[in-house]
């Protein structure tokens, strides 16, 4: 005897049959969820927009006024001068180039070379642990790193090498590497790892051993994945403000000779954290301000479209 009750679907507590009024509360359901999704993107978008039009209209009277030509050919940064103010990009250009090198070249090697351990030699167990541990580093205060960097790291430089100041291109580079290494760590690993066994198998089966496969094999077929987290890693570089602020010395100055870490350099985000809460606000040196932001944004906003570009390469090929 069949029960007058409507079915329902296996494991769903929902019948197969709806009624009139059900089917409409489930379309009017749906819509409004998928509205409010919509809702919620588009506002992040309007909100990206905003910022850059801001930041845009605030540097315009800067850029179209008579110290642009300056701006982009002077190392002299003397926005507080009463009688003869410069503002000179040059030399702050130059210290965020610095402290973003020095911390690429002890992050990418380290970086790399971690990502083959967990991704290639180190056991299921091992990276289920190890993995987590690195990434939680970066949850972890930039002022705290900017702390030790000045407490702990900048008297050990001075005392182990002899500089005239801890706070140094050297110091402040550690440091970012150190912050830069979860980002590097984390993306290039999973590169690798989408790569397949089968593709390590094949290596193996032609007689590579495991370093010629991972050489040969492996870290091209993941290149782009390597790329973008190299990129990511310079984007965490050079945006971090508040390590650079404390630890790299805030001198506005290109070191001479040029390859002395030793010095004091200033960064365009220092300056920026440094000055605005100073400066009056529709003044040459406030515009200013907002002239670095808008070179600082171009930057930062070309290489997250480079690392989007080469990370959805690399979602395709782990679907395929």
């Known amino acids: 005897m069949h029960s007058s009750r409507p079915q329902e679907a296996a494991g769903f507590n929902r019948p197969l049959l709806l009624s009139p009024g059900q089917d409409l509360r489930g379309y009017v359901f749906d819509r409004l969820g998928r509205s409010f999704l919509f809702f919620i993107t588009f506002l992040?978008?309007?909100?990206?927009?905003?910022?850059?039009?801001?930041?845009?209209?605030?540097?315009?009277?800067?850029?179209?006024?008579?110290?642009?030509?300056?701006?982009?050919?002077?190392?002299?940064?003397?926005?507080?001068?009463?009688?003869?103010?410069?503002?000179?990009?040059?030399?702050?250009?130059?210290g965020s180039a610095y402290v973003t090198l020095v911390a690429m070249l002890v992050a990418v090697p380290v970086g790399l070379f971690s990502a083959v351990w967990l991704s290639d030699v180190a056991s299921f167990r091992v990276r289920q642990i190890i993995k987590p541990v690195i990434e939680i580093l970066a949850a972890i205060p930039s002022v705290a790193f900017g702390f030790f960097a000045v407490l702990v790291l900048a008297p050990w430089m001075q005392t182990r090498f002899g500089f005239d100041t801890g706070t140094n291109i050297l110091n402040a580079g550690v440091i970012l590497a150190v912050m830069a290494l979860p980002t590097i760590i984390s993306?290039?690993?999973?590169?690798?790892?989408?790569?397949?066994?089968?593709?390590?198998?094949?290596?193996?089966?032609?007689?590579?051993?495991?370093?010629?496969?991972?050489?040969?094999?492996?870290i091209p077929a993941a290149h782009s994945g390597i790329i973008a987290a190299v990129i990511l890693g310079v984007m965490r570089a050079?945006?971090?403000?508040?390590?650079?602020?404390?630890?790299?010395?805030?001198?506005?100055?290109?070191?001479?000779?040029?390859?002395?870490?030793?010095?004091?350099?200033?960064?365009?985000?220092?300056?920026?954290?440094?000055?605005?809460?100073?400066?009056?606000?529709?003044?040459?040196?406030?515009?200013?301000?907002?002239?670095?932001?808008?070179?600082?944004?171009?930057?930062?906003?070309?290489?997250?479209?480079?690392?989007?570009?080469?990370?959805?390469?690399?979602?395709?090929?782990?679907?395929?």
């Not at 982009?72 to 507080?80: D, G, I, K, M, R």
């Not at 002239?291 to 600082?296: A, P, V």
């Not at 171009?298 to 479209?305: D, I, Q, R, W």
Request: avoid cysteine; hydrophobic fraction near 50%.
């Open 44 to 94: 992040s978008v309007v909100a990206v927009l905003l910022i850059f039009f801001f930041i845009i209209r605030e540097a315009s009277g800067f850029l179209a006024g008579p110290y642009v030509k300056q701006f982009f050919s002077s190392t002299h940064w003397y926005p507080e001068s009463r009688e003869h103010p410069e503002y000179g990009v040059l030399a702050i250009l130059g």
């Open 187 to 218: 993306v290039a690993e999973d590169s690798m790892s989408a790569v397949g066994m089968e593709i390590r198998e094949a290596a193996y089966g032609l007689g590579s051993t495991r370093a010629e496969a991972m050489i040969r094999v492996v």
């Open 238 to 320: 050079v945006g971090e403000t508040m390590v650079v602020w404390m630890a790299s010395g805030n001198a506005t100055q290109i070191p001479s000779p040029w390859w002395d870490l030793s010095k004091s350099v200033r960064t365009m985000t220092a300056t920026i954290a440094g000055d605005m809460g100073e400066t009056v606000q529709g003044s040459v040196h406030y515009q200013a301000l907002f002239s670095i932001g808008i070179l600082l944004l171009v930057f930062t906003f070309g290489l997250n479209l480079i690392s989007e570009h080469l990370l959805a390469r690399v979602r395709r090929k782990k679907e395929a």
